[in-house]
T-cell receptor
Framework: GAVVSQHPSWVICKSGTSVKIECRSL??????MFWYRQFPKQSLMLMAT?????????EQGVEKDKFLINHASLTLSTLTVTSAHPEDSSFYIC???????????FGSGTRLTVV | AQTVTQSQPEMSVQEAETVTLSCTYD???????LFWYKQPPSRQMILVIR??????QNATENRFSVNFQKAAKSFSLKISDSQLGDTAMYFC?????????FGKGTLLTVNP
């Protein structure tokens, strides 16, 4: 079945530094990738949608200069949290929409802790 | 904007019994998809079942089935023969125009 590999699974960084999270679709081409944020015991909140080769579309309230998204190929999307602060600590999940069968495949998530 | 409501924050069921999780949604769209996702403690989102709005027949996947009432905008999930491994957070999700909107989730605990 479709697999999305997300790395790293967890990361601790110092306040003010940047962190990059990668999502790769391993056995299918992902025309569209999505990035979500999930706080403890809460639901997934869509941050942005990215299509291969074009700029990401950010949801209202999400700072595009802080959360940089790149979708350079049909199998790779990255989320870079720039100048991270403790309030950016959260669980980030990517999801990919396949080109063949309609459906969403989720990565395993990244737990980001900013200290 | 679409909204998804899961009115049961927590539920519990005895192993081997049946449990139903409720979900309602609000939309003006006619064509859409509905999903139930499971998120166990590992936090990996796992697709449980999918329903296309244009299909009247309720989707089923082994022990999992839905009761889709389009007019009532209701999409409940029934889990039969509950197993300990079913313990997880369950999210109902609405999809229109390639955008998923999730409910707040129901934490299901299966007791031995």
């Amino acid at each position: 079945g479709a697999v999305v590999s997300q790395h790293p699974s967890w990361v601790i960084c110092k306040s003010g530094t940047s962190v990059k999270i990668e999502c790769r679709s391993l056995d299918f081409q992902a025309t569209t990738m999505f990035w979500y944020r999930q706080f403890p015991k809460q639901s997934l909140m869509l941050m942005a949608t990215s299509n291969e080769g074009s700029k990401a579309t950010y949801e209202q309230g999400v700072e595009k200069d802080k959360f940089l998204i790149n979708h350079a190929s049909l199998t790779l999307s990255t989320l870079t949290v720039t100048s991270a602060h403790p309030e950016d600590s959260s669980f980030y999940i990517c999801s990919a929409l396949g080109t063949v069968n309609y459906g969403y495949t989720f990565g395993s998530g990244t737990r980001l802790t900013v200290v | 904007a679409q909204t998804v409501t899961q009115s049961q924050p927590e539920m519990s069921v005895q192993e081997a019994e049946t449990v139903t999780l409720s979900c309602t949604y609000d939309t003006s769209e006619n064509n859409y998809y509905l999903f139930w996702y499971k998120q166990p403690p590992s936090r990996q989102m796992i697709l449980v079942i999918r329903q296309e709005a244009y299909k009247q027949q309720n989707a089923t996947e082994n022990r999992f089935s839905v009761n889709f009432q389009k007019a009532a905008k209701s999409f409940s999930l029934k889990i039969s023969d509950s197993q300990l491994g079913d313990t997880a957070m369950y999210f109902c999700a609405f999809d229109s125009n390639y955008k998923l909107t999730f409910g707040k989730g129901t934490l299901l605990t299966v007791n031995p």
